[in-house]
């Protein structure tokens, strides 16, 4: 297949995952590509992160936990790449209908959209139940310790979930998989995965993970660089434009290369505060964030995937055309 129809065949397999993903949502969790990732992190986890506390800059104890983390997540990354090539490779001997529609049913379980705005929806659901209810449920998406937080806390983290996975749920994937099929995708979806689960320093599950996770988190930091910065110029788009100097001033107050990104583009386009606390404050002149936002972002995050779709959709008309 040359390159033309290749790249006419990847749009339209994106466009047709969106659309399985609005319909069906996600893949019972037995059958999940995802799941089955963080299994195998899980259990070569146990391996890679030290049983003892090592501190931040003492390499001579860490050295150990890092080379293990490197490897482990270089195993993995190849074996996950390697399957997909080799699926992708079938489908592209089958006719190009039937190829597509596979294509997008083993795209679509690589990225969560419905899912991710069922799940900041129902943060906002329940915290209109109650406080309680609402860090309860804010728990189930952030790793941070949510039981002291208040209810506009606990809203600024569910934006900051909805802004930040969007890049990592969404955007991130389908630029690989543009850029580089099914392996792309599942690439990038592995080393998210890997970072959520080894990426952050201290204790977890008994293990330390200050120097295991090191890798992991470098990888995803550097494959997340240009898809973060794509996503916040969707949101800058979906909201009818952002100053690129007040936005790029922003993102920079938090420690993430990357995720700054698209939640100072949201803040900014919301014209409200976010922040964690005790670590950074985005647009800290806006006034904290109300109920009438949470429905705010949710518009303005389903215009910018919609955007990228119109986007895909005139390549694969300019393609076709082309072909």
């Known amino acids: 297949m040359d390159a033309g129809p290749w790249w006419l065949m990847v749009t339209a397999a994106a466009l047709l995952a969106l659309a399985v993903d609005r319909v069906l949502g996600e893949p ?18 146990r391996w890679v992160a030290a049983d003892k506390a090592i501190a931040p800059g003492d390499w001579h104890q860490g050295r150990g936990a890092f080379a293990r983390g490197a490897l482990a997540w270089t195993l993995g990354a190849l074996l996950v ?35 991710l705005q069922t799940e900041v929806q129902a943060v906002e659901t329940a915290l209109q ?56 995708a599942a690439l990038y979806r592995f080393a998210n995965t890997a970072d959520a689960m080894w990426g952050y320093p201290g204790w977890r599950n008994g293990r330390h993970w200050q120097w295991g996770g ?15 910065r794509i996503t916040a110029a969707l949101i800058a ?40 606390p005790g670590s950074y404050v ?19 995050t389903r215009r910018a995937v919609h955007l990228l779709g119109g986007l895909a959709a005139l390549a694969a008309i300019h393609g076709y055309a082309n072909a």
């Not at 019972?28 to 986890?45: E, I, T, Y």
């Not at 208040?150 to 690989?176: C, G, H, K, M, Y």
């Not at 992991?216 to 973060?228: C, G, K, N, V």
């Open 28 to 45: 019972p969790a037995r059958l999940h590509p995802v799941v089955a990732m963080g299994h195998f992190l899980a259990w070569s986890g």
């Open 129 to 184: 139940q109650s406080l309680a209810a609402g860090r309860e449920r804010l728990s189930w998406l952030v790793s941070r310790d949510v039981t002291q937080l208040s209810a506009e806390q606990v809203r600024e983290s569910a934006l900051e979930t909805l802004a930040e996975n969007l890049n990592d749920s969404v955007i991130a994937p389908l630029f690989w998989f543009a850029l580089l099929g099914l392996p792309g």
């Open 214 to 228: 090191k890798w992991a988190a470098r990888a995803d930091d550097l494959l997340s660089w240009i898809p973060a």
């Open 237 to 276: 788009l979906a909201a009818g434009g952002l100053s690129p100097v007040r936005l790029w001033r922003e993102s920079r107050r938090t420690p993430s290369p990357n995720g700054g990104w698209p939640m100072a583009a949201l803040a900014l386009a919301l014209d409200v505060r976010l922040g964690k």
């Open 282 to 300: 985005l647009h800290a002149a806006g006034p904290a964030p109300e109920a009438r936002h949470t429905a705010q972002a949710l518009r303005l």
């Open 81 to 115: 790449s390697a399957l997909y090539a080799a699926l992708q490779s079938l489908l592209l001997a089958l006719s190009p209908w039937l190829a597509l529609a596979l294509l997008a049913l083993l795209l679509k379980p690589l990225f969560a959209w419905r899912m």
